[in-house]
């Protein structure tokens, strides 16, 4: 195809564009000549090209042409083609045009031309916004963007009301708008536009919530002796970030968003906590107590339980299978207000030893029931664990040994209006091993009597003991 071909097809397709044929583009100037130094969007047209074939020709550049857009989480960049924006090649014309008809005669062309050397004419480039396309490539953006309100709290221990804090979220028309009132100039920063999101519950709406009254309320104790220490704190810990928080009519709750990670920057400590089988120090053991007793306080108060797991073994301060074990980021706990009313959690330790968790704002709404069968019962084993940095000879039981269970659990709920309803769910308690650390050279034969039931034991880490050692510790290969 020749040059010629290639231009007639060019010229024709942008006459289609601007909706008529060849007329229509040498009304518009399309085949004006500029003066030299005329310039176009801040480049100088070449000599002797055509006006609307140069500033054509210089459409897909543009598009090419990157403009910042700036986040709450930082800057990102994008071509404006793939932000709908377009260069309007008809429009441009035509202002250019109207400067061009401006020079009437031989001296207001050399004027023009003159002016156009000494770089005093530039016809800015006008852009349109595809704004479907804009929107799509924008909706990228909303997670960035995206900010949850916060429901107004009560402060019960310190007797203060805590404002709500209004959410946020993407609005791309109003970004567009901004888009489409820029220079579209290298380097222009778009700042993405937002638009608010009304907490579900402000302070005006909890001014009524009447504290006295109480849905439904449980409580569990622990130690404060040896490791219980950790635990306390922990406990208290999420216990503060729960106190006072306000769940609206209808609104789902999540132990996770609201206690949020468990770290030592957030207040959190070292305790133990279940690993596997075993119980191994972390950061946040014993939160999963607060998340049982929230758990209790919620299935007696008639909440909808969204979310629930049991622990891998069963826990001493809570009946079977009405644990609640969560894990941040893994594991939560989840339920939702079902009443047209408010309610307040009320999480705090009335004695050193107890967390006690409150349902405000009402009085009991049905008589809730509990029970729960073993549907199976499996037996523990023995695990014997070499621990090289025990001195010789050295037995130390590490953990209690308990059978596993399969648990069937019923909630039978009576409603003020008459009606009944019930709810079964199922927990797994895994058996939890009796484990023995060891140091070199024991004898298994002085370890205590297997239990009743206990045939299997498991032995871990001997391989790292001397082949000599392996055989005077009478180490088999695991059984389990």
């Known amino acids: 195809m020749t040059m010629r071909w290639k231009l007639g097809l060019a010229l024709g397709s942008l006459a289609a564009l601007l909706g008529g044929g060849s007329a229509a583009l040498a009304r518009l100037g399309f085949f004006h000549e500029a003066p030299p130094g005329f310039r176009v969007g801040g480049h100088t047209v070449p000599p002797g090209a055509l006006l609307g074939v140069w500033i054509d020709s210089r459409r897909s550049?543009?598009?090419?042409?990157?403009?910042?857009?700036?986040?709450?989480?930082?800057?990102?960049?994008?071509?404006?083609?793939e932000l709908g924006a377009e260069v309007d090649v008809g429009a441009t014309l035509r202002e250019a045009r109207r400067v061009l008809d401006g020079a009437r005669g031989l001296r207001g062309w050399w004027s023009l031309a003159r002016r156009s050397r000494e770089g005093q004419v530039d016809i800015p480039l006008t852009f349109r916004v595809d704004r479907t396309r804009g929107a799509t490539a924008l909706a990228a953006f909303a997670p960035e963007v995206y900010r949850e309100p916060?429901?107004?709290?009560?402060?019960?221990?310190?007797?203060e009301r805590v404002a709500d804090v209004p959410g946020a979220e993407l609005d791309p028309q109003a970004t567009l708008d901004a888009l489409e009132g820029s220079s579209f100039d290298q380097g222009e920063v778009?700042?993405?536009?937002?638009?608010?999101?009304?907490?579900?519950?402000?302070?005006?709406?909890?001014?009524?919530i009447d504290v006295s009254k109480v849905l439904s309320a449980a409580e569990t104790s622990f130690s404060l002796f040896g490791t219980g220490a950790g635990r306390a704190v922990n406990i208290a810990t999420a216990a503060r970030r729960l106190d006072g928080w306000v769940l609206a009519p209808g609104e789902s709750f999540s132990f996770n968003k609201v206690v949020g990670p468990r770290t030592l920057e957030a207040g959190f400590t070292y305790a133990p906590e279940i690993v596997d089988d075993e119980m191994e120090m972390g950061v946040g053991g014993g939160t999963c107590q607060v998340s049982s007793t929230l758990h209790i306080a919620a299935l007696e108060g008639a909440l909808d339980i969204q979310a629930r797991s049991g622990h891998s073994?069963?826990?001493?301060?809570?009946?079977?299978?009405?644990?609640?074990?969560?894990?941040?980021?893994?594991?939560?706990?989840?339920?939702?207000n079902p009443f047209s009313f408010p309610l307040i959690i009320h999480a705090y330790l009335p004695k050193p030893t107890v967390i006690r968790v409150e349902f405000l704002g009402a009085e009991p709404q049905a008589k809730v029931s509990y029970t729960y069968a073993i549907n199976n019962s499996e037996d523990f084993y023995r695990r014997i664990?070499?621990?090289?940095?025990?001195?010789?000879?050295?037995?130390?039981?590490?953990?209690?040994?308990?059978?596993?269970h399969e648990v069937a659990s019923r909630v039978v709920t009576q409603?003020?209006?008459?009606?009944?309803?019930?709810?079964?769910?199922?927990?797994?308690y895994r058996p939890v091993p009796e484990v023995f650390w060891v140091g070199r050279d024991v004898d298994e034969s002085q370890l205590p009597e297997l239990p009743e039931g206990v045939t299997r034991v498991q032995r871990r880490n001997f391989a790292r003991l001397p082949r000599a050692a392996q055989a005077d510790a009478g180490a088999q290969p695991s059984s389990g």
């Open 415 to 428: 409603w003020r209006d008459g009606r009944t309803t019930e709810r079964f769910y199922f927990s797994a």
């Open 385 to 404: 664990t070499y621990k090289p940095h025990l001195p010789p000879g050295t037995v130390k039981l590490h953990q209690k040994g308990h059978r596993g």
């Open 313 to 336: 073994r069963p826990s001493s301060y809570a009946k079977l299978g009405m644990d609640a074990t969560v894990a941040y980021g893994k594991v939560d706990l989840q339920f939702r």
């Open 190 to 208: 778009i700042e993405v536009a937002t638009r608010p999101i009304r907490a579900p519950f402000t302070l005006a709406d909890i001014a009524n």
């Open 150 to 159: 916060q429901n107004a709290r009560l402060d019960l221990m310190n007797h």
């Open 61 to 81: 550049l543009l598009l090419d042409r990157e403009v910042t857009i700036a986040t709450p989480q930082g800057f990102r960049r994008l071509p404006l083609g």
